[in-house]
């Protein structure tokens, strides 16, 4: 039989690669940056959003030693127990005040609304603010310890060589008797740190009307 002839292939050969379409490549490259920037807006929305809600869950439960924010007296009144609250005070690094507490710690009835003073002197010689932070210690004590008037609510803005007298009236809840936990507690440590405010908001002479003494309430 005739034998029909053998082409033969070359095997090793490539096929011809096609040039990918510019458009495609840039389309894909829109789509990326865009989902990124998406990723990023979302964190740093997130990272704005969760500042209020950590102080307002802090605030509603005394977490990390958080204080409660009080307008009256308690409504059972003082009891016969008594309790040691001690009062510390810091500056953080970059503002040149003077910061402590005219006693630094004092026996009170739980229950009973006390008065105490911290003094603030800025030592600069230009106008500088302030605005201070808190907690209290042990930690878990913070849903028992009541404020009705703080410095710490307001910024405060000190012209040079100010002297400032800050009053803190406050008193322990009498709910913190009913919580077992806390039956070998006799001592409570109020701590304040003062930071500086970069841009201080200007405000009148009277936003240091609560400095004057008006005694215990």
Known sequence: MDHEPTISRDVSAKPAHRKPAKGRGLGRDVVVASICGGVVALMVGASYAAVPFYNWFCRATGFNGTTQVATSAPATGPIARKILVRFDSNIAPGL????????????????????????????AARTTAGQAA??????????????????????????????????????VDPSIA?????????TITLSYTFYPVKDPVVKPLASGE????KGNL
């Not at 040149?96 to 030592?123: A, D, L, M, R, S």
């Open 210 to 213: 609560g400095d004057k003494r």
């Open 134 to 171: 808190y907690n209290v210690a042990p930690l878990t004590v913070g849903a028992y310890f009541q404020k009705i008037n703080c410095f710490c609510f307001t910024e405060q803005t000190m012209a040079p060589g100010e002297k400032r007298e800050m009053p803190v009236v406050f008193y």
């Open 96 to 123: 040149p005040w003077k910061f402590e507490p005219e006693q630094t710690e004092i026996e009170v009835n739980i229950g009973q609304v006390t008065t105490v003073y911290y003094t603030v002197t800025n030592q």
């Open 178 to 186: 009913d919580d077992h936990e806390n039956d070998t507690l006799n």
